[in-house]
Protein backbone atom coordinates (compact mmCIF):
# COMPACT_ATOMS: atom_id res chain seq x y z
CA UNK A 1 0.00 0.00 0.00
CA UNK A 2 2.52 2.48 0.90
CA UNK A 3 4.48 4.03 -2.38
CA UNK A 4 5.89 6.97 -0.33
CA UNK A 5 8.68 7.64 1.89
CA UNK A 6 9.15 10.21 4.47
CA UNK A 7 12.14 11.99 5.97
CA UNK A 8 12.07 14.47 8.45
CA UNK A 9 14.50 17.42 9.01
CA UNK A 10 14.71 18.88 12.42
CA UNK A 11 15.43 22.22 11.42
CA UNK A 12 19.51 23.41 12.98
CA UNK A 13 21.08 21.53 15.65
CA UNK A 14 24.32 22.01 17.46
CA UNK A 15 26.31 25.18 16.58
CA UNK A 16 23.15 26.54 15.02
CA UNK A 17 20.57 27.13 17.33
CA UNK A 18 18.40 28.95 14.91
CA UNK A 19 15.92 31.50 16.11
CA UNK A 20 15.17 31.90 19.64
CA UNK A 21 13.01 33.96 22.17
CA UNK A 22 11.11 33.25 25.50
CA UNK A 23 13.66 30.88 26.62
CA UNK A 24 13.43 28.46 23.93
CA UNK A 25 15.91 27.96 21.00
CA UNK A 26 14.28 26.63 17.80
CA UNK A 27 16.86 23.73 17.23
CA UNK A 28 15.45 22.33 20.25
CA UNK A 29 11.58 23.03 19.61
CA UNK A 30 12.09 21.25 16.08
CA UNK A 31 13.74 18.29 17.46
CA UNK A 32 11.28 17.76 19.66
CA UNK A 33 8.19 17.94 17.09
CA UNK A 34 10.10 16.19 14.90
CA UNK A 35 10.81 12.78 17.11
CA UNK A 36 7.15 12.88 17.68
CA UNK A 37 6.26 12.88 13.79
CA UNK A 38 8.94 10.36 13.21
CA UNK A 39 7.00 8.20 16.02
CA UNK A 40 3.90 9.01 14.37
CA UNK A 41 5.19 8.24 10.84
CA UNK A 42 6.19 4.58 11.86
CA UNK A 43 3.20 3.96 13.74
CA UNK A 44 1.68 4.00 10.61
CA UNK A 45 3.72 1.97 8.89
CA UNK A 46 5.36 4.38 6.73
CA UNK A 47 9.40 3.88 5.99
CA UNK A 48 10.48 7.29 8.01
CA UNK A 49 14.10 8.59 8.40
CA UNK A 50 14.86 11.00 10.59
CA UNK A 51 17.69 13.46 9.69
CA UNK A 52 19.35 14.05 13.37
CA UNK A 53 17.97 12.62 16.30
CA UNK A 54 19.76 14.89 18.79
CA UNK A 55 21.93 17.93 19.34
CA UNK A 56 23.83 17.39 15.99
CA UNK A 57 25.89 20.09 14.13
CA UNK A 58 25.11 19.72 10.04
CA UNK A 59 25.99 21.43 7.33
CA UNK A 60 23.70 22.18 4.52
CA UNK A 61 25.56 19.29 2.51
CA UNK A 62 25.42 16.64 5.09
CA UNK A 63 21.95 17.75 5.69
CA UNK A 64 21.20 17.00 1.55
CA UNK A 65 23.17 14.10 1.71
CA UNK A 66 21.49 12.02 4.84
CA UNK A 67 18.09 13.36 3.41
CA UNK A 68 18.75 11.77 -0.77
CA UNK A 69 20.12 8.93 1.09
CA UNK A 70 17.79 7.93 3.07
CA UNK A 71 15.20 6.68 0.19
CA UNK A 72 16.46 8.40 -2.94
CA UNK A 73 16.00 11.25 -4.98
CA UNK A 74 12.68 10.46 -6.38
CA UNK A 75 9.27 12.14 -6.20
CA UNK A 76 8.11 9.26 -4.12
CA UNK A 77 9.88 10.84 -0.90
CA UNK A 78 8.23 13.62 1.24
CA UNK A 79 10.98 15.68 2.73
CA UNK A 80 9.37 17.51 6.26
CA UNK A 81 11.06 20.05 7.34
CA UNK A 82 10.60 21.57 10.61
CA UNK A 83 11.23 25.09 11.02
CA UNK A 84 10.16 28.15 14.03
CA UNK A 85 9.91 31.46 12.75
CA UNK A 86 10.84 34.55 14.32
CA UNK A 87 9.68 37.99 12.96
CA UNK A 88 11.23 41.55 13.80
CA UNK A 89 9.16 42.58 16.28
CA UNK A 90 8.09 40.28 19.08
CA UNK A 91 4.43 39.86 19.55
CA UNK A 92 3.39 40.61 16.38
CA UNK A 93 3.70 38.26 13.53
CA UNK A 94 1.63 34.81 14.42
CA UNK A 95 0.47 31.73 12.77
CA UNK A 96 1.95 28.77 10.72
CA UNK A 97 3.79 28.90 7.16
CA UNK A 98 4.14 25.78 4.82
CA UNK A 99 6.77 26.75 1.91
CA UNK A 100 7.01 23.97 -0.81
CA UNK A 101 9.44 23.69 -4.22
CA UNK A 102 9.13 25.52 -7.07
CA UNK A 103 8.55 22.21 -8.87
CA UNK A 104 5.54 20.46 -6.95
CA UNK A 105 2.12 21.59 -7.05
CA UNK A 106 0.68 23.02 -3.79
CA UNK A 107 -1.47 20.78 -2.58
CA UNK A 108 0.63 19.09 0.30
CA UNK A 109 1.35 22.10 1.59
CA UNK A 110 -2.40 23.20 1.61
CA UNK A 111 -3.00 20.08 3.13
CA UNK A 112 -0.63 20.24 6.06
CA UNK A 113 -1.44 24.15 6.70
CA UNK A 114 -5.28 23.50 6.96
CA UNK A 115 -4.69 20.66 9.34
CA UNK A 116 -2.89 22.95 11.41
CA UNK A 117 -5.80 24.84 11.64
CA UNK A 118 -8.10 22.05 12.10
CA UNK A 119 -6.27 21.73 14.85
CA UNK A 120 -6.82 24.96 16.12
CA UNK A 121 -3.12 26.75 15.57
CA UNK A 122 -3.43 30.53 13.63
CA UNK A 123 -2.25 30.02 9.89
CA UNK A 124 -1.03 32.68 7.41
CA UNK A 125 -0.44 31.33 3.93
CA UNK A 126 1.44 28.55 2.11
CA UNK A 127 4.21 30.00 -0.99
CA UNK A 128 7.10 28.95 -2.88
CA UNK A 129 10.48 31.46 -3.23
CA UNK A 130 13.36 31.58 -5.61
CA UNK A 131 16.05 33.28 -6.04
CA UNK A 132 15.84 36.61 -6.81
CA UNK A 133 18.33 36.24 -9.69
CA UNK A 134 16.77 33.20 -11.24
CA UNK A 135 12.89 32.40 -11.00
CA UNK A 136 13.39 29.34 -11.40
CA UNK A 137 15.50 28.36 -8.50
CA UNK A 138 14.19 27.90 -5.06
CA UNK A 139 15.29 30.51 -2.36
CA UNK A 140 15.76 27.50 0.12
CA UNK A 141 18.28 24.76 -0.24
CA UNK A 142 16.23 22.10 1.23
CA UNK A 143 14.00 22.63 -2.00
CA UNK A 144 16.62 23.25 -4.35
CA UNK A 145 19.37 20.78 -4.26
CA UNK A 146 17.07 17.78 -2.91
CA UNK A 147 16.30 16.27 -6.87
CA UNK A 148 12.94 15.30 -7.29
CA UNK A 149 11.91 14.98 -3.98
CA UNK A 150 8.90 16.73 -2.55
CA UNK A 151 9.71 19.18 0.41
CA UNK A 152 8.13 21.47 2.08
CA UNK A 153 8.92 23.21 5.18
CA UNK A 154 6.66 23.73 8.14
CA UNK A 155 7.05 27.24 9.64
CA UNK A 156 4.77 26.07 12.94
CA UNK A 157 4.61 29.81 14.51
CA UNK A 158 6.81 32.33 15.43
CA UNK A 159 9.00 31.76 18.59
CA UNK A 160 9.45 35.35 19.51
CA UNK A 161 5.13 35.76 19.90
CA UNK A 162 4.70 34.66 23.25
CA UNK A 163 0.97 33.77 22.41
CA UNK A 164 1.78 31.45 19.38
CA UNK A 165 5.00 29.89 21.21
CA UNK A 166 2.89 28.51 23.80
CA UNK A 167 0.45 27.61 21.18
CA UNK A 168 2.74 25.39 19.58
CA UNK A 169 4.36 24.32 23.13
CA UNK A 170 1.17 22.81 24.25
CA UNK A 171 -0.69 21.75 21.11
CA UNK A 172 2.38 20.48 19.21
CA UNK A 173 1.03 16.65 19.28
CA UNK A 174 -2.39 17.29 18.10
CA UNK A 175 -0.54 19.47 15.16
CA UNK A 176 1.54 16.70 14.25
CA UNK A 177 -0.84 14.11 14.17
CA UNK A 178 -2.99 15.68 12.24
CA UNK A 179 0.05 16.69 9.46
CA UNK A 180 0.62 12.97 9.51
CA UNK A 181 -3.33 12.54 8.57
CA UNK A 182 -3.03 14.79 5.63
CA UNK A 183 0.60 13.53 4.28
CA UNK A 184 -0.87 9.97 4.41
CA UNK A 185 -4.10 11.37 2.67
CA UNK A 186 -2.54 13.59 0.15
CA UNK A 187 0.24 11.02 -1.05
CA UNK A 188 -2.68 8.07 -0.73
CA UNK A 189 -5.05 10.42 -3.01
CA UNK A 190 -2.64 9.81 -6.04
CA UNK A 191 -2.31 5.89 -5.02
CA UNK A 192 -6.25 6.23 -4.64
CA UNK A 193 -6.67 5.54 -0.91
CA UNK A 194 -9.03 7.52 1.41
CA UNK A 195 -7.97 7.39 5.34
CA UNK A 196 -10.90 7.31 7.46
CA UNK A 197 -11.07 10.08 10.11
CA UNK A 198 -14.05 11.04 12.64
CA UNK A 199 -17.32 11.66 11.62
CA UNK A 200 -16.54 9.17 7.59
CA UNK A 201 -19.20 6.97 6.70
CA UNK A 202 -19.18 4.57 3.78
CA UNK A 203 -21.97 6.76 2.46
CA UNK A 204 -19.84 10.41 3.30
CA UNK A 205 -16.81 8.69 1.95
CA UNK A 206 -18.53 7.29 -1.25
CA UNK A 207 -20.31 10.36 -1.71
CA UNK A 208 -16.71 12.32 -1.69
CA UNK A 209 -14.98 10.62 -4.09
CA UNK A 210 -17.49 10.28 -6.68
CA UNK A 211 -18.30 6.67 -6.09
CA UNK A 212 -21.31 4.50 -5.06
CA UNK A 213 -20.98 2.88 -1.60
CA UNK A 214 -21.72 -0.55 -3.23
CA UNK A 215 -18.55 0.55 -5.67
CA UNK A 216 -16.88 1.46 -2.52
CA UNK A 217 -17.51 -1.81 -0.70
CA UNK A 218 -16.78 -4.03 -3.29
CA UNK A 219 -13.40 -2.42 -4.17
CA UNK A 220 -12.60 -3.15 -0.33
CA UNK A 221 -14.23 -6.57 -0.31
CA UNK A 222 -16.37 -4.71 2.50
CA UNK A 223 -19.01 -7.06 4.69
CA UNK A 224 -20.33 -4.39 7.09
CA UNK A 225 -20.96 -0.83 6.80
CA UNK A 226 -18.65 0.04 10.09
CA UNK A 227 -15.47 1.89 9.50
CA UNK A 228 -12.78 2.40 11.91
CA UNK A 229 -11.23 5.74 12.43
CA UNK A 230 -7.38 5.51 10.42
CA UNK A 231 -8.85 2.53 8.32
CA UNK A 232 -7.06 2.95 4.69
CA UNK A 233 -9.91 2.48 1.95
CA UNK A 234 -9.07 2.09 -1.87
CA UNK A 235 -10.65 4.48 -4.21
CA UNK A 236 -11.53 5.58 -7.56
CA UNK A 237 -10.04 8.60 -8.36
CA UNK A 238 -12.92 10.31 -10.28
CA UNK A 239 -12.03 13.79 -9.74
CA UNK A 240 -9.67 14.79 -12.31
CA UNK A 241 -11.12 17.43 -14.79
CA UNK A 242 -9.36 18.90 -17.17
CA UNK A 243 -11.09 21.71 -18.99
CA UNK A 244 -8.52 23.47 -21.43
CA UNK A 245 -10.29 25.72 -23.92
CA UNK A 246 -8.04 26.19 -26.18
CA UNK A 247 -4.43 26.47 -27.60
CA UNK A 248 -4.26 30.55 -26.12
CA UNK A 249 -6.11 29.85 -22.22
CA UNK A 250 -5.81 27.72 -19.79
CA UNK A 251 -8.16 27.52 -16.72
CA UNK A 252 -6.45 27.17 -13.38
CA UNK A 253 -7.20 23.41 -11.87
CA UNK A 254 -6.51 22.17 -8.29
CA UNK A 255 -3.29 21.55 -7.65
CA UNK A 256 -1.42 24.11 -10.50
CA UNK A 257 1.41 26.71 -10.25
CA UNK A 258 2.57 28.91 -12.76
CA UNK A 259 6.02 26.70 -13.04
CA UNK A 260 4.02 23.69 -14.06
CA UNK A 261 1.67 25.13 -16.37
CA UNK A 262 4.64 27.37 -18.02
CA UNK A 263 6.25 23.91 -18.86
CA UNK A 264 3.46 22.48 -19.90
CA UNK A 265 2.98 25.60 -22.94
CA UNK A 266 6.70 25.74 -23.05
CA UNK A 267 7.04 28.98 -22.44
CA UNK A 268 8.47 31.04 -18.54
CA UNK A 269 6.94 32.04 -15.33
CA UNK A 270 8.10 35.65 -16.28
CA UNK A 271 6.22 35.42 -19.39
CA UNK A 272 3.24 34.18 -17.90
CA UNK A 273 3.02 36.77 -15.24
CA UNK A 274 3.64 39.12 -17.84
CA UNK A 275 0.77 37.78 -20.21
CA UNK A 276 -1.83 38.00 -17.45
CA UNK A 277 -0.44 40.88 -15.40
CA UNK A 278 0.22 39.21 -12.49
CA UNK A 279 1.92 40.18 -9.48
CA UNK A 280 2.21 37.32 -7.82
CA UNK A 281 2.33 34.04 -8.22
CA UNK A 282 -0.80 32.85 -6.54
CA UNK A 283 -3.06 31.11 -8.87
CA UNK A 284 -6.71 30.68 -7.89
CA UNK A 285 -8.90 27.53 -9.30
CA UNK A 286 -10.79 28.11 -12.16
CA UNK A 287 -8.83 31.24 -13.03
CA UNK A 288 -8.12 31.70 -16.81
CA UNK A 289 -4.78 32.61 -17.75
CA UNK A 290 -3.56 33.53 -21.22
CA UNK A 291 -0.80 31.28 -22.16
CA UNK A 292 0.50 32.35 -25.55
CA UNK A 293 0.34 35.68 -27.11
CA UNK A 294 -2.03 36.27 -29.74
CA UNK A 295 -1.60 32.66 -31.36
CA UNK A 296 -4.19 31.63 -33.98
CA UNK A 297 -5.36 28.35 -32.37
CA UNK A 298 -6.48 25.34 -35.19
CA UNK A 299 -10.00 25.40 -34.45
CA UNK A 300 -10.81 22.60 -36.96
CA UNK A 301 -11.13 19.01 -36.18
CA UNK A 302 -11.27 15.55 -37.85
CA UNK A 303 -13.89 13.36 -36.71
CA UNK A 304 -12.57 10.11 -35.23
CA UNK A 305 -14.22 6.94 -35.05
CA UNK A 306 -15.81 6.73 -31.72
CA UNK A 307 -16.53 10.23 -31.02
CA UNK A 308 -19.75 11.90 -30.67
CA UNK A 309 -20.07 15.79 -30.49
CA UNK A 310 -20.65 15.35 -26.65
CA UNK A 311 -17.19 13.91 -26.43
CA UNK A 312 -16.16 16.43 -28.80
CA UNK A 313 -17.02 19.58 -27.05
CA UNK A 314 -16.51 18.15 -23.39
CA UNK A 315 -12.43 17.42 -24.81
CA UNK A 316 -12.71 21.91 -26.08
CA UNK A 317 -14.78 22.82 -22.72
CA UNK A 318 -17.65 23.97 -24.94
CA UNK A 319 -21.28 22.63 -24.63
CA UNK A 320 -22.46 20.54 -27.75
CA UNK A 321 -25.11 23.81 -28.03
CA UNK A 322 -22.33 25.33 -29.18
CA UNK A 323 -20.59 23.41 -31.45
CA UNK A 324 -24.02 22.44 -33.65
CA UNK A 325 -24.18 26.12 -33.75
CA UNK A 326 -20.94 26.62 -35.23
CA UNK A 327 -21.21 23.94 -37.98
CA UNK A 328 -24.61 24.61 -38.77
CA UNK A 329 -25.44 21.20 -37.30
CA UNK A 330 -29.41 20.15 -37.20
CA UNK A 331 -28.91 17.03 -35.38
CA UNK A 332 -26.27 15.43 -33.11
CA UNK A 333 -24.85 12.72 -35.97
CA UNK A 334 -21.49 13.27 -36.97
CA UNK A 335 -19.36 10.86 -39.67
CA UNK A 336 -16.39 10.17 -39.82
CA UNK A 337 -13.72 12.22 -41.43
CA UNK A 338 -15.91 14.76 -41.22
CA UNK A 339 -14.23 18.47 -40.66
CA UNK A 340 -15.87 20.34 -37.39
CA UNK A 341 -14.78 23.90 -36.75
CA UNK A 342 -14.04 24.16 -33.21
CA UNK A 343 -16.25 27.76 -31.94
CA UNK A 344 -13.10 29.74 -30.07
CA UNK A 345 -13.64 29.73 -26.49
CA UNK A 346 -12.71 33.14 -25.40
CA UNK A 347 -16.40 34.66 -25.94
CA UNK A 348 -17.95 31.50 -24.99
CA UNK A 349 -16.25 32.07 -21.41
CA UNK A 350 -17.02 35.16 -21.41
CA UNK A 351 -20.30 34.78 -20.68
CA UNK A 352 -19.79 32.00 -18.23
CA UNK A 353 -18.75 34.39 -16.03
CA UNK A 354 -18.69 31.61 -12.53
CA UNK A 355 -16.63 28.85 -12.34
CA UNK A 356 -17.55 27.07 -9.48
CA UNK A 357 -15.91 24.40 -7.53
CA UNK A 358 -18.31 21.65 -6.06
CA UNK A 359 -17.91 21.27 -2.47
CA UNK A 360 -18.69 18.71 0.02
CA UNK A 361 -22.70 18.08 0.29
CA UNK A 362 -23.48 20.42 -3.01
CA UNK A 363 -26.28 19.73 -5.40
CA UNK A 364 -26.89 20.68 -8.82
CA UNK A 365 -30.10 22.22 -7.57
CA UNK A 366 -28.20 23.85 -4.55
CA UNK A 367 -25.48 25.21 -6.86
CA UNK A 368 -28.51 26.58 -9.37
CA UNK A 369 -30.53 28.21 -6.00
CA UNK A 370 -27.27 29.82 -5.05
CA UNK A 371 -26.62 31.54 -8.75
CA UNK A 372 -30.74 31.85 -9.45
CA UNK A 373 -30.43 29.34 -12.69
CA UNK A 374 -31.35 26.13 -13.84
CA UNK A 375 -29.75 22.90 -13.16
CA UNK A 376 -31.00 22.22 -16.81
CA UNK A 377 -28.84 25.23 -17.85
CA UNK A 378 -25.92 24.10 -15.48
CA UNK A 379 -26.39 20.88 -17.19
CA UNK A 380 -26.15 21.69 -20.69
CA UNK A 381 -23.58 24.57 -20.40
CA UNK A 382 -21.05 21.64 -18.83
CA UNK A 383 -22.21 18.99 -20.90
CA UNK A 384 -23.10 16.84 -18.00
CA UNK A 385 -24.45 13.32 -18.36
CA UNK A 386 -26.55 13.54 -15.72
CA UNK A 387 -27.05 15.37 -12.65
CA UNK A 388 -24.67 13.60 -10.56
CA UNK A 389 -21.47 16.28 -9.71
CA UNK A 390 -18.55 15.38 -7.38
CA UNK A 391 -16.47 17.28 -5.15
CA UNK A 392 -13.70 19.22 -6.46
CA UNK A 393 -15.31 19.45 -9.87
CA UNK A 394 -15.26 22.71 -11.84
CA UNK A 395 -18.35 24.15 -12.88
CA UNK A 396 -19.24 26.52 -15.66
CA UNK A 397 -22.51 28.77 -14.06
CA UNK A 398 -24.34 30.46 -16.54
ZN1 LIG B 1 14.55 27.67 11.05
Known amino acids: MNNFYVVIDAGHGGNDPGTSANGVLEKDLTLEISRYMYDRFKERGIPVSLVRSSDETLTSDERVRRILNAFGNGSNVVVISNHINSSGTPNVAEGAEVIYALRNEPTLAQNILRALKEQGQVVRRVYQRALPNDPNKDYYFIHRETANTEPVIIEYGFINNKQDLERIQNNY ?44 KSLNNLNSDLLTVGQVLKIQDNTN ?45 GQILKVKEGSSFSNEYIVKAGDSLWKIAR ?24 VLTIPTSRSY ?17 SIAKMYSTTVDKIIELNNLDNDMIIVGQLLMIP
Open 173 to 216: KRYVNAIVDAVIETRGSSSNVHIVRPGDTLWSVAKMHGLTVEQL
Open 241 to 285: NNINISDSTYVVKYGDTLWKIANMFDTTVEELMKLNDLSSNLLSI
Open 315 to 338: DYGISVEDLKMANNLTSNVIFIGQ
Open 349 to 365: YREASVIYKVKQGDTLF
